[in-house]
């Protein structure tokens, strides 16, 4: 496309503002460094006739490329509005060309600047917009009847005077970017502060409670551990007790099948005692009809005697002598009958005594047996029970060195979180 030139415009140049008052020694370097002079800002309100005209039309231009970003239209419809901004950019436009920047100048683009940063606006389309500005207004003026002398002072103006514009708002962006950087930094920061500190109180309260709750836990079961020593030492001593016990049963156990055996012994021995009474009463009977006989064989002498006379009186002599032989025996007879009858009955007697006798033995062997099966499972028991208690023991002894070392551990916790807080208050 080419340019088409617009009918030249001579201006007076008498009368040309062109001042320069900055107090601020940052502010004067940044102007020397682009060279802009009070000369340039002199051809800058010189341009003032040449573009006044132009600046709403380079606003609108300015505003109808913004206006195809919808990031940036966000942005004004939500902090302002294209009229307010158009308005507020013709103001801020119209300034260059008076030829003054001054303190006051540089703090009114430093507050745009700050509201840029405000609502968002990123430094990649504040350039941009800047540029599509400055490429406008150079072609404003390339289309001017100007001078190439004039025209290339004008565009070398106003190249500067919005390269320093940038450099003020360009400089806030990163005046707050910085600051806003140490801002979150310093949130940063005291959240970790704060976050640490909490982390070391809770470090430092576990801490503390779980060294008294060691400590508490290594006194239990140091106590536990004497309990279980007392413990095994009394199933030991039970299991004495208890052998002491079997050997007792043992014994009873043996003396009562010694009485029974002797029992068995007499009883038989009774028998035999039994069976001797029956012969010696059948030897009686035997003896009593032996001495009826006789007593009837002198009774009939007697009489045989008595016949004879003279004759047979010494015969009759010897007949009453055998008569009473016979007497007597049956009288002895007859009294070992009834000796025999009662010793017959003692034997009884000592029978039913010997089976009550044999009776209680075989429950006591029975109760024995038992007590002693008894007192041997007991044994077996305390045995099993006295080495879980050693295994018990054991155990006990490995959790008191666990909890020892857990103790300890505590206390390192303890030591490196007083260490952080130290190091958290430094911070």
Known sequence: MFLTKRKKV?????????????????????????????????????????????????????????????QLVEIISTYSSRVRLEKTLRSHIAEWFNGIIDDDYIIRRKQIAKMHVHIGLETKWYLAACHNLHNSFIQEILLKDLPKQKERIFI???????????????????????????????EIREKIKETLGSIVSVLEYQSSDTSISVEELIGTTNTLKVDVKNGIETSMETIRTAEKGKQTIDTLTNNTKEIFDKTSSMSKMIDKLNQSSTEILN????????????????????IEAARAGEYGKGFAVVAE?????????????????????????????????????????????????????????????????????????????????????????????LDSAKLLDNTIKQI
């Open 321 to 413: 002598e055998v008569r009473k032989l016979a007497e007597q025996t049956k009288s002895s007879v007859e009294q070992i009958d009834i000796l025999v009858g009662e010793s017959n009955e003692a034997q009884r007697t000592v029978v039913d005594a010997i089976q009550v006798i044999q009776q209680l033995a075989n429950l006591g062997l029975t109760e024995s047996n038992l007590t002693a099966q008894a007192f041997s499972n007991i044994s077996l028991m305390i045995q099993e029970v006295a080495a879980e208690s050693k295994v018990v023991g054991t155990e006990i002894n490995s959790l008191t060195t666990a909890v020892e070392s857990i103790g300890n551990a505590s206390l390192e916790i």
């Open 156 to 186: 070398d103006a106003i190249s500067k005077i919005i390269s320093y514009e940038q450099q003020l708002v360009v400089e806030e962006f990163d005046r707050y970017a910085a600051e806003k950087s140490r801002e979150e930094q310093e």
């Open 283 to 302: 030897v009686v009977k035997i003896v009593k009809d032996i001495a009826n006989k006789t007593n009837l064989l002198a009774l009939n002498s007697a």
């Open 10 to 70: 001579e201006h007076p140049v008498d009368n040309l503002v062109g001042i320069l008052t900055v107090t601020e020694k940052e502010s004067l370097r940044q102007l020397q460094l682009i060279k802009l002079t009070k000369e340039v800002l002199q051809s800058l309100n010189e341009m003032k006739l040449t573009l006044e005209d132009y600046i709403p039309q380079a606003v609108s231009h300015f505003y109808d490329s913004i206006m195809e970003n919808p």
